[in-house]
C-alpha cells in the first residue's frame, strides 16, 4: 500500500477536519456513485453506527486525514446518490490506496463482529485501547484479527529452449481463465514446504529454487498471500480434480485469460512476460 498511511487504535484528540470512512453493510462498502469511478464518504451522515473503529491517518503533505471503520445494519438503504457495492467490484473505481485500506477495514470489522465473546468462557470480551486486540475481563484471553497465510507459486520450466509457466484453472471459474497455483498454509509449516505441498498436492510435480517474490493483503475474506516463483524438477501433470480443472505450460505468446492487475497473481506473471519479453500483457 504506497501511501504514507500511520495506523493507530487510539482516535485523535483535537479536531478532525478531515475524514475518510470506510462503512460496511454486511461486506459492501459505502460509496458515491461518480460515473465509472466511486469516492469514499468524508463523514457517516447520521447514520446509524453498529460499530466503529479508527484506523489510523493519511499523511499528506499540507494535511492529515483521519481514516474510520464502521458498520450499519442490514437493512439500512443508502443515501441519495450512494450506493453498496463489493470490494472486488470497486477495482480500477476507487482510487487504490482507498481499496487496499477499504481490505484493512473490512477485516476488522469482521473481527469485531464475530469475537464478541470469549471463545474460552463466552463471557463478552472488551476492547482494549491501546492494540488491535479484545482481551476477555473473566479469563484473559487475548484475541487478535484473523490472518490466514498463503502462498502463492508462479512455476517456471524451458521446454525446448522456450520459457513456459504453469497456470491452472479452478472449475468454478469462468471458462478460459487461468492463474497461478496457491494454497493456505497448514499449522506447523514454513512458507517454503507449503509451497512444495500445495504444488505437488494439486498438480502432482516437484520443484527446485523456490524463491520469495512478494506479498499483498487479500481482505477475501482474511488471507495474506505470499509470493514465490520457483522452477519445474521432475514429474507429470497429475490433477487433483476436486480442486483443479485444467493446468498447462504456457509460453508468452499463449497467454490465456489472466487475473486482475491488482493482484499478486497477475504480478508474477507480468515479471515472467517482462523477463522473457518486450511485450505488455
Given at each position: 500500500m504506497n501511501l504514507p498511511f500511520a495506523p493507530s487504535v487510539t482516535p485523535p484528540t483535537e479536531e478532525v477536519t478531515a475524514a475518510l470512512w470506510f462503512i460496511f453493510r454486511g461486506?459492501?462498502?459505502l460509496v458515491m456513485e461518480n460515473g465509472e469511478t466511486a469516492d469514499l464518504p468524508t463523514n457517516h451522515y447520521s447514520l446509524t453506527l453498529l460499530r466503529q473503529h479508527y484506523l489510523g491517518k493519511?499523511?499528506?503533505?499540507?494535511?492529515?486525514?483521519?481514516?474510520?471503520?464502521a458498520e450499519i445494519a442490514e437493512e439500512t438503504e443508502p443515501p441519495t446518490g450512494m450506493q453498496f457495492a463489493g470490494l472486488r467490484?470497486?477495482?480500477n473505481r476507487l482510487p487504490m490506496n482507498h481499496l487496499w485500506l477499504a481490505g484493512r477495514a473490512v477485516q476488522i470489522i469482521d473481527w469485531d463482529r464475530t469475537h464478541q465473546f470469549c471463545s474460552r468462557c463466552a463471557t463478552p470480551n472488551?476492547?482494549?485501547?491501546y492494540e488491535r486486540a479484545k482481551k476477555c475481563p473473566n479469563c484473559g484471553l487475548t484475541t487478535y484479527p484473523r490472518i490466514s497465510p498463503a502462498i502463492i507459486v508462479r512455476i517456471d520450466r524451458v521446454i525446448d529452449g522456450v520459457p513456459h509457466l504453469l497456470l491452472a484453472r479452478n472449475g468454478r471459474w469462468r471458462p478460459n481463465w487461468y492463474s497461478?497455483?496457491?494454497?493456505?498454509v497448514e499449522p506447523g509449516e514454513t512458507l517454503e514446504e507449503c509451497v512444495h505441498r500445495e504444488v505437488f498436492e494439486e498438480?502432482?510435480?516437484r520443484l527446485k529454487n523456490v524463491r520469495y517474490f512478494g506479498s499483498q493483503p487479500w481482505p477475501f475474506p482474511n488471507s495474506l498471500m505470499v509470493g514465490f516463483t520457483a522452477e519445474y524438477a521432475s514429474g507429470n501433470i497429475v490433477l487433483e480434480e476436486e480442486e483443479i480443472e485444467d493446468a498447462n505450460?504456457?509460453?508468452v505468446d499463449?497467454?490465456?485469460?489472466?487475473?486482475?492487475?491488482?493482484?499478486?497473481?497477475?504480478r508474477l506473471v507480468d515479471a515472467f512476460v517482462n523477463q522473457h519479453t518486450d511485450k505488455d500483457l
Open positions: 461486506s459492501d462498502l493519511i499523511e499528506g503533505e499540507t494535511a492529515v486525514t483521519h481514516c474510520y471503520a467490484q470497486l477495482f472488551k476492547i482494549l485501547d497461478v497455483l496457491a494454497g493456505f498438480v502432482g510435480i505450460w504456457f509460453t499463449t497467454l490465456p485469460n489472466l487475473p486482475s492487475s491488482m493482484s499478486i497473481a497477475r
